[in-house]
Structure formats: C-alpha cells, structure tokens
C-alpha cells in the first residue's frame, strides 16, 4: 500500500455487556465506568461518544458460557467479572440507534444456539428498527459451558461447529434473500393489500441439521442479510470467513501475526469467488493517548497499577483451554514444557522479540490491558503514526479499539486522535448516507452478486 | 365490589409489531399509524404517549408463526397483513425504556420455541436495562407454522405445552431464584472481588423436556423474575395463570363471559396457597371516544368503513381453526351446523343477544374492530361509566386496551378518558416509584413468598 493518499481507517469500539472485557481489574479504576454495563445510559452515552468521533460502528462481544478453566471452576471468573456475567448485546441495539443516526452495530449472536428462523427474524426486526445499520458477528460457540445450559454435554467438536454453520447460513440467507421477492410488500391502501401473497416463498429446507418449511416472518430490511462480520482465526475458520464475511475481526500481538492471516483470507475469498479487497480487516489495538507523549505514559503507567493478575490468567485460561493456575507466576516459561496451546499463546505475544524468555508476571504486565491485541501509547502523532502504519503493513482496514477504562478510552481517542487521522485525510469528516453495508463497501445495501447468499436470490 | 372510592383502575396498551393487529383493514385508514410498525420512531413516540397519559404498560403480543387457515393457505393472512409480518417484540424496548421513565412492558415471548437459559438471560438483560419495568407474557405457542420454521411437524399438543410449561418454570425460577444469591455481587473495588463465587449456584436440572447444568448467565436483576403475564383460557391454561401468573390477560365480548373466568382463576389461585386477590385482571377492550357522544359514533362510524371483511375472517379463522372461506357471507349460521370451535365463538360473540341468528357479514360489522373484546363508543363521561361498570361487574382491574387507529385511538384515550377517570378518583394521578412488581402489588419488588417461584430460594 503506497498511496499517496493514505486509505480511510474503519473504526469499531470493541466492548461487551460485562464488568470486564479485555482489561481484568481495571473496572477498580476510579474513573472506569465498566460496572455500569447493566444501564441504559451507560450504552446511550457511549453510542453518542462514538457517533461524535465518526465511529463505523460498535461491536458488540458475545458469548454463551462462562470461562470455568482457571482452577477448574467459574470461581475466579466470577471473583474477577472477567467476562462474567454477561448480558444480551441484541437487547441494546434500539435504545442505541434511537440516540444515533449513523453508527453501525456489529452484534455477536451464537448460531449453535438459535434457531435459524429466530435468530433471522432478530435481526431483520433490528434491521428494519436501526435503518439497515445492523451486523451479524457470526460465532459458533465455544464454551462447553454453554452447552452445557442448552442440556448438551459439549460443544460440538470444532470442524463439526463449521459444517453446522455452512448449512444455518444456507438455511439464514434462503429467509432473508428468498422468501420474499422485492416489492412483495403493497402496502397500497387503495387496492387493500398489504404484501403479494405470490411473492412471498415458503422455504423448504431438510437436512443433515436443520429442517425447516416456512416463509421468513419478516419482509425484507433495508439490507436483507445484515452486514456479515467473523472472526475465526483458524484454518477452518479463515475458509468460512474467505466465503461469507463482509467484515473480518482479527486478534494478535504483531504485525507478524496479523499482516498473513489478512494476506490468506484475502487470497482464499478468491476461490469462493469474491475478491479478496471487498472484505474489511478489523484488527484488535487499544490506545492510550493524552496530548502528550508524557500524558500518555502517565495515563498507561496510573491503569497498569489497577490490573488484576489473577483476573488476566484467567482470561489466559479460558483463551488456551490450560488452567495457568497450575503455573508459577515467576518462573521462566520454556515452550517445550507446556501445552502447545499455551506455547502458541506465549509465541504469539512473543513474536516481537523472539529470543525472549518470560514469566507468566512480565506476560501479565505486557497483555493486561487490551487482551490479545497490542496497546499504543502516545501523542496523538505517535498514535496516528503506528496506527497508519498497522494499516500499511498489514493491510487492515481498520481497528476494533478496546479499552483500558470506558468511556474515557474512547473518550480520549475522539478528542485526541481522530482530528489528526482527518487531519492526515485518513479518517472520514462525515458520515457516508446509507446502511451500514453501503458505507462500509461504497456498494449497494444488498450483498454484492459474487455472495454466495445471492445464489438463493429468485 | 361496593367500594365508596373506585378502585384504581389498570391499563395497558395491547398492540404488537405487526401491520394489522386487531382491526383488519384499519390501516388504510388516512390517520393510522400502523404500517410504520417497523420504524423505531413510531414506537418512541407512542411509549412517550403512553406515559403521557399515566398507562401502567404497554403490552406486546407475538406470536411464531403465520395464520394459515383461511383459505387453507398463508395468502389471506399476507394480502391483508392480518398478524403478518411480526417483528420481535422483546428488540423494541431498550429504545421506549430510553425515553420514559415509568412506563411498564409485558413482553410475549414463547417458551416452546426458546431454550430456558437464553430466555432467562434476555428478560434479565431487560429487567437490569429498564430497572425493573419488564414483564413477561408466558405463552407456549400455537401456529403450527411457527412449530414447522422450527422444524418440528406440528406444536406439541396442547395440554402437554403445559406440560412442558411447568418444567420450563422450574427451570427459569430456579435460574433467576436460586443461582445468584442476594448481593452475590460486591463490585468492591478495596477487595478487587467483583462477585462472591460462594454465592453463585450451579442449578443442576435433568427433567423430562429440559437438561441443564450452569450458572445464570446475569446476576439478579431488580425485580429477580419478570412480572409474570399469562393469557390462557382453557381449564389448563387457567389452572397454570392460578399457579403462575402475577397478572392475567382476559378476552371475551360481555361481562357474563368474563367474569366468571375472573372469579375461577381467583379461587384456583387459592389451591396454591396463593391469594386470588394478588392477580390484577386486564380484559380487553377497544375505547372510540370524543369530546361528545356524537362526536365518537361519527369517529366509529368512520372507521367502520375500513374495516376488511376478509381480513377480519382471516383472524376468525386462525383463533377457531376453521376456514371460513368456506361460509357464505349472508347465510344465517347455526351453531348446530358449524364446527363447534366456530359454534363457541359465535356464541360467546352472542352472549349479550342470546336468541340472535348472525351473519358472518354481521358478526364482521360487529367484531371488525378490536378483536374478541367488545368496543365502548362515546363521550368521555359515557366510557368512564362502561369502564368502572366492567370493574364493577366482572372483577378485573383493568384493562388491555387495543386500537381502532394507531396512535389516534391512545392519544384519544388520555386527552378524554384519563381525565375523567382521575375526576372519579379512579385513575392515579401520578406513577408509584418503583419497579413494576412494586407498582402492580403494592408490595416488594421481588415474588412473594406465596409463589411458587420462591420456594427455588436457598
């Protein structure tokens, strides 16, 4: 990428209806608002901080279960809030797009747990309430502890969770795409009809896991299929993202980690017949900016003092499956003594310095705020600078900021960084009119002919 | 009832995300707002509305599935917008909660078609979101064609729903009870301990119909349980509403129809050692009023003129099961020759006028509007009589108040009834505090002791 132009960077606020999301121990923070995940105008306030900064979207963290590895039990998880509890993002969308105009809502929803037809009726009804600024974060679901609250014994294994998912979204693009025909709805009061019973598909679908006969319950939304965002870092998962997404979320430590699997997704969505450019790369950061570089030291140094070591090996826990209770906190790691998990984790944030040895207290001290993904602290040059340059070695499109302490976090970036990425002409001074997929692909408000969901198109 | 001083009369509005709700054909009508069911807006400004005028809630129907009896197919049901589309209801109210302030929700979800845990959380979610204002209207289901896009054949029959409705309780009492003891939750930032993992339950459950074994997804919310709704009619359906519900929702023509449900389920409620009087009544009931009697019968009279005779059959058939495509418009019916579902109807659409023969075009000019409930048309003073004579006559203690337009029929009711109930010292004048269990009961926001919920209590 050698524009002279940089590209437009695409912002996401990354944040979940829990106590702790990436950052253990910092809700302990006297100005962090995380405790107050529970209320209305915590989330209505946030929305219009993020709409004031031009943000493409919120993104909205999910997921079943609750991480019961460190110990063996849900004790430290819920002694931390890491993750736990955690609330329906789908409940939240309205009140926010009320106070909004054009904020996205990228929503995480397990498909292993919803009906299709319900969960497509959720998000057309949401796409019909917000204007078409709705997006579906597919996941499968990986707590087993989540199954295990829907009467199963485990997660279904993980290749198995994607065959599953190829056929839910055959079965999710047949209701939004198929059932009903444009201009199906009338809606003329002179003739008397509301919606052209000819035009409306009864869907038959059987088979290897699903079975379903019915129309979809809800006409058309301004996108049909709601913008599609994944986040499946592995072999089987980059395939299914190279097929379907719209708007892929990355996680890592490095620009090492990041800039080939953005390269191997890109180049796979060939294959399936996109192009490789139509999809956005999202990649985990969290920044911590103040107007100086010293300010933003400081401000890093004052949030480092409230991370909870306990609180962030738990999040480690759950993320490899290996319970870093059974470590000691200062002993070197040697990567051929542990779990491969846990060596591919240390590997991973390690890869910036390779010869490195750690302890899982100075692991601790470099990933507690911001979970996997790396954290910049700076003016908002500096901040500018790293974040073009992320851009530029990656091939991102843009970033999922995290937090350290919300909403002051974000706070900061729309204060600090976002007059400088316009000043670069990096950053948008206004938002583009239209849904949320019209704005993220300068296309139409309907997937795109080379989707695989146009093929159900009548 | 013989007080000196009225007793304070309830009130909802009874609406659902759909075009036609109630009163087939009315959105034709220049003034209605109905068609706008998808629009965000539409409901912010009605919930403003609402509690403009004081109402205890608004209550939204929902239904999985689609009326498909007339005409043995989908097509009238569509080309009349009778109840389809319909939009989930449970996605409008962060947005309304947002801009009031007291205003309740009862919120129809079917228990057959959601696993308990995702249910629980979603009315936790809700309840934390509006700080106690959610009920939850429990209904088990009964399109077919909701059980298909689920794909299952057919709806479990009916008295097994109740079946599997009493074990799906169990279940959600046990997760909203049980698991979370009271202030489980610290958030004590000089401890770092978010929760208390002693406090925190595993609810193991291995029944017939349901498996589970985990925690609540949500620490408690304040009213714990939503306020309970139910609906059912049937000696089952009764007989659960005795056991379960907080607050019930009749339908019916005349008072000699509801009143004796009303004295049933109370003295039901009795065998479960429970107080027959901590059940509040709603019927419902369409209100046509002006500033004068004339003025009201000039309003009905033209809204009588949009209403769709086919669109009205459409509903007729889908609540008695029979196609009455099949019957001529003009013949005279006779009980003894039709199905005894249509004989039931007719009858109780008759019990007022008992040696009547109808029409089905009568019983259409009479039943066009408002659904089963019976429709009161006239001047302020004349509405407030019919109201407090229902209360008088049947028990109930208020009502669920459908619309002939929308939102004209809602912004009729405050600007001319409410006043004049208030006159009567009928009608409050200002909100309790509180949550909506607090309101409704006078008593604490959690379940009383009395309920079966509370024996999940540790």
Redesign the interface.
């Known amino acids: 990428m050698n524009n002279a132009m940089p590209r437009e960077i695409r912002l996401n606020a990354f944040t979940s ?1 829990t ?2 999301h990436l950052s253990p ?1 910092l ?2 923070h ?1 100005r962090d608002q995380s ?1 107050n995940f ?3 105008r915590y989330w ?1 306030e946030l929305a219009q901080i993020l709409e004031e900064g031009l943000f493409d979207g919120v993104f909205l963290a999910d997921g ?3 991480n019961d590895v460190h110990g063996g ?4 998880a ?4 890491a993750q ?5 993002p ?10 909004t105009q054009q904020l996205g809502f990228g929503i995480t929803a397990t498909l292993s ?3 299709p ?2 969960l497509a ?2 998000f ?3 796409d ?3 204007k078409g600024r709705v997006g579906w974060n597919i996941v499968t679901g990986y707590y087993d ?1 989540g199954a ?5 014994a485990t997660v279904t294994a993980h290749d198995e969770r994607y065959e599953v998912a190829e056929e839910y979204m055959d079965l999710v693009y047949a209701l939004w795409e198929q059932s009903w025909e444009e201009g199906a709805v009338l ?1 003329d ?1 002179a003739s ?6 000819e035009k ?1 598909h ?1 869907i038959h679908h059987h088979g290897k896991y ?6 979809h ?3 058309p ?1 301004p996108q049909r299929t709601p913008l599609l965002y994944q986040a499946g870092a592995s072999r089987r998962g980059r395939a299914f993202a190279a097929k379907h997404a719209e708007a892929v979320f990355v996680a890592g430590p490095s620009k090492r980690v990041i800039a080939p699997i953005v390269a191997d997704v890109r180049a796979q969505a060939e294959q399936f017949g996109r192009n490789g450019r139509d999809m956005l790369f999202f990649t985990l950061m969290t920044v911590i900016v103040g107007e100086t570089e010293a300010a933003a030291r400081a401000k890093h140094e004052e949030y480092q003092r409230y991370v ?1 070591p306990e609180g962030v090996l738990t999040l480690f826990s759950g993320w490899t499956g290996t319970d870093f209770s059974r470590y000691p906190l200062d002993a070197p790691i040697v990567p051929a003594e542990v779990d491969s998990a846990v060596a591919s984790m240390i590997e991973s944030f390690t890869v910036a310095d390779p010869g490195r040895v750690w302890t899982l207290r100075e692991l601790i001290a470099h990933n507690g705020i911001g979970g996997r993904g790396p954290v910049i602290v700076g003016s908002p040059e500096q901040v500018a600078d790293e974040l073009l340059g992320w851009i530029a070695d990656t091939d991102v499109d843009g970033f999922n900021l995290s937090y350290a302490i919300t909403p002051e976090s974000y706070r900061d970036f729309v204060e600090f960084v976002v007059p400088e990425l316009q000043k670069r002409g990096a950053y948008k001074t206004a938002y583009v009119r239209g849904t949320l997929r019209e704005k993220f692909t300068g296309g139409g408000r309907l997937l795109p002919p080379s989707h695989p969901a146009a093929r159900f198109r009548s």
């Open positions: 209806q106590p702790v121990g809700w302990r006297p405790r529970k209320s209305l209505t079943i279960g609750i039990s849900p004790d430290s819920l002694r931390h809030g736990v509890p955690k609330h329906d789908l409940l939240l969308v309205s009140a926010m797009a009320h106070v747990f919803e009906p037809s319900l009726r959720r057309t009804t949401l019909h309430l917000t502890s295990k609250a829907l009467g199963r809606g009061r008397g009809i509301y919606a052209q019973p409306v009864t699903f079975d379903l006969d019915s129309i319950f809800t006409p939304s909870s």
